[in-house]
């Protein structure tokens, strides 16, 4: 069996980007099965910086063939645009990427909506990519597919049905402008033109493809945190992060899966709103965001940072069946004196046995600290764990036994070369 399953273990943005990407040389094959252009995966070669939103990171490498699954909601234009840079760039695209017939698309109504619901009382904090709104007329069975842009008249039938329906609902619920349904119409049955030859039966193809002995890697987006049934709803995204969003998500059936991957940030970070156990607030916070860089890749929010929680990333290992892991970024924590990790919580002075996902519990929950020092060394230069300081080595063990994974790579910065591989 040769699919692997990747998957961004926290609130996402752990660095699966960077991650997929030097994987990726010994796959023939990578997927992308769930989410939309809220993703940003970043990757850096030779200090040239790319952000994927939709297409898989696996496209940066010659040989390497791209999937977008049927659990991904697709926004044309974001797609468009991303073929566009990469070949810009001298990236082949056209054979490479294969888009499934099933996926649905994101249409301009799923991005209004998206940014009117969060005028209610709950914010989420959403990338306002319409991808709650996408995922909503999906599962109403309203939604219009990539295999729709094949029948222009169908097509064409669909959208005005979906907007005279959205119509009513902004005018009248949201008190928002009606959407043009020509313009609509026409910029979607040119989009038809440019997809064309990208579009695939997915499932087909990858059964083929792994009869044939070729490798797969499942490349998620997001992190298990935000995943709609096990993440700390309703501050989750819409889809499912988790590694069993990669069967559902591409067509590819569970008995053909032999791992999982973990991505694991050295510490914590989360966007958007919801609770967060080990937040660091003020400066403290400050000072992380800023030695990490933590900046949404999509839309350049600051991202909020905090320690390390050893008890959610065991939680986080149980739901995706995580086995080894890759940590990221710990070149981050070479500025500290001490670096806190959270073991387990407390809730109204009773140590807790398994994570809660309500928010009310979550934001009452009392963490419980261990403090290490810290190595207060530049380690980006490091290329053998043997190198790395002995505080250092003693945090890497520490996390992974208190959070029951093997460690089997650790990055100490973007750049490809700046991978330990254990
Ligand atoms: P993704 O969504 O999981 O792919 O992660 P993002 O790309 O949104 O965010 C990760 C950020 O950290 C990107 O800017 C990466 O270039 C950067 N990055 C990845 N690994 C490392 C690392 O080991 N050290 C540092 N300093 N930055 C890293
Ligand atoms: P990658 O793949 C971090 C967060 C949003 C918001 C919530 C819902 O780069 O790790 P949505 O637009 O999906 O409805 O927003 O989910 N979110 C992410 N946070 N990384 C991501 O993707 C995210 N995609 C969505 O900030 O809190
Ligand atoms: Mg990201």
Redesign the pocket.
Known sequence: MSVSVLV?SQ????G?GKIVDILCDRFDIVVRFQ?GA????TIVIDDQQYILHLIPSGILREGVNCVIGNGVVIDPQALLDEIKLLEDHGFVVKGRLFISHNAHLIMPYHKIL?SLNETGDIK??????G??PCYIDKYARKGIRIVDLLDRVELEKKIRANIEEKNRLIKNVYNGEELDVEKIVEEYLAFDEAIDQYITDVPTYLDNAIKSGKSVLMEG???AL?DVDFGTYP????SNPTSGGACIGAGVPPTQISSVFGIVKAYTT?????PFPTEMLGDDGEELRQWGAEF????G?PRRCGWYDAFLLNYSRMINGIERVAITKLDVLSNMDEIKVCIGYELDGKRLKSFPTTTSQLEKIVPIYETLPGWKTDITEVRNYDDFPAETKNYLSFIAEHSGFEISIISVGPKRDQTIEL
């Open positions: 961004g609130w996402g943005d752990e699966k989410g809220n993703a940003g995966h998206d989420i904090g959403t990338t306002g990519r991808i709650g987006a997001q992190g935000l501050y989750v995204t819409s989360r966007v958007g709103y919801g949404g890749a999509t839309t929010r």
